[in-house]
């Protein structure tokens, strides 16, 4: 194997460890390598244009860019999850006093696609106790065909969900609580979701559960039954109750029920 320091510097691409990105193979293994070499060494990760199968979960441990191909609004750059759990999940498996979260995590200009459809209680993309994020220019679900149960499912605390197109999901977006492994303090989610990010045929697009100090504005909501679901009865710690919540200049069209939901 090439030595992969040399090849592409601080960029990496998941075609050097055999991912064919195809559609048909299983590309779980080596996308996996991929994955785990690059956040090993501080590398960014990209990923071509091309559809890459996978069965297994992706796990990201640790802080990483990961990027795919910039282009259309369909995106050139498909992870297809044909498993029955999490598609992507960013976690730290081994949290520890000084490193209890996943620091620093970006993803850029992919779709993450179910072959199970959004009846199926899966996840598409995980992230799991994390601060200072950006996911920028992502498709999750594209109809209810390839959509997921719940679309995005945050624990986080501090970041930014922009230009992000979940489609086609029961739940487009769920925001819980940082479920500190390591002491008695619960953060609470903190993100903006903003630019452009478009929320298409489903059934709740965001659902809330301990979000503090947010913002979701210039969004478009179309085809859903409730644009927002704030449910404190969720929330562990009364810290953590839904508050200083700023919701603006958003469009929405063809709902059911409401726009709002507490």
Same mark, same amino acid.
């Given at each position: 194997?090439? =030595?992969? /320091?040399?090849? #592409?510097?601080?960029?990496? @691409?998941?075609?050097?460890? %055999? &991912?064919? +990105?195809?559609?048909?193979?299983?590309?779980?293994?080596?996308?996996?390598?991929?994955?785990?070499?690059?956040?090993?060494?501080?590398?960014?990760?990209?990923?071509?244009?091309?559809?890459? =199968?996978? /069965?297994?979960? #992706?796990?990201?441990?640790? @802080?990483?860019?990961?990027? %795919? &191909?910039? +282009?259309?609004?369909?995106?050139?750059?498909?992870?297809?999850?044909?498993?029955?759990?999490?598609?992507?999940?960013?976690?730290?498996?081994?949290?520890?006093?000084?490193?209890?979260?996943?620091?620093?995590?970006?993803?850029?200009?992919?779709?993450?696609?179910?072959?199970?459809?959004?009846?199926?209680?899966?996840?598409?993309?995980?992230?799991?106790?994390?601060?200072?994020?950006?996911?920028?220019?992502?498709?999750?679900?594209?109809?209810?065909?390839?959509?997921?149960?719940?679309?995005?499912?945050?624990?986080?605390?501090?970041?930014?969900?922009?230009?992000?197109?979940?489609?086609?999901?029961?739940?487009?977006?769920?925001?819980?609580?940082?479920?500190?492994?390591?002491?008695?303090?619960?953060?609470?989610?903190?993100?903006?979701?903003?630019?452009?990010?478009?929320?298409?045929?489903?059934?709740?697009?965001?659902?809330?559960?301990?979000?503090?100090?947010?913002?979701?504005?210039?969004?478009?909501?179309?085809?859903?039954?409730?644009?927002?679901?704030?449910?404190?009865?969720?929330?562990?710690?009364?810290?953590?109750?839904?508050?200083?919540?700023?919701?603006?200049?958003?469009?929405?069209?063809?709902?059911?029920?409401?726009?709002?939901?507490?």
């Amino acid at each position: 194997k090439q =030595l992969l /320091s040399d090849a #592409l510097g601080d960029h990496l @691409s998941v075609k050097m460890f %055999g &991912a064919i +990105g195809d559609g048909v193979t299983d590309d779980s293994v080596s996308f996996q390598s991929a994955i785990s070499y690059a956040v090993g060494h501080r590398s960014f990760l990209y990923v071509p244009p091309g559809v890459y =199968l996978t /069965s297994a979960t #992706l796990n990201i441990p640790g @802080s990483l860019i990961l990027y %795919g &191909a910039s +282009g259309t609004v369909t995106r050139k750059t498909v992870i297809l999850y044909s498993g029955s759990g999490i598609a992507v999940q960013v976690l730290n498996p081994t949290p520890t006093s000084g490193v209890p979260w996943v620091f620093r995590f970006y993803l850029r200009n992919l779709s993450i696609n179910s072959t199970l459809g959004w009846n199926v209680a899966t996840i598409g993309l995980d992230l799991h106790n994390v601060s200072e994020f950006e996911v920028k220019d992502v498709l999750v679900g594209t109809s209810n065909a390839t959509g997921f149960g719940i679309g995005i499912r945050g624990a986080l605390d501090i970041g930014v969900l922009s230009g992000i197109i979940p489609a086609g999901n029961h739940v487009g977006f769920f925001a819980a609580w940082m479920d500190e492994p390591l002491g008695p303090i619960v953060p609470c989610t903190s993100v903006e979701i903003c630019g452009a990010s478009n929320f298409f045929n489903n059934d709740t697009p965001i659902s809330i559960a301990g979000l503090v100090d947010s913002h979701i504005h210039n969004c478009w909501f179309e085809q859903f039954k409730n644009a927002f679901l704030f449910d404190n009865a969720l929330s562990p710690a009364a810290g953590c109750v839904v508050h200083n919540v700023t919701v603006d200049n958003n469009g929405f069209s063809g709902y059911t029920t409401g726009a709002y939901t507490d």
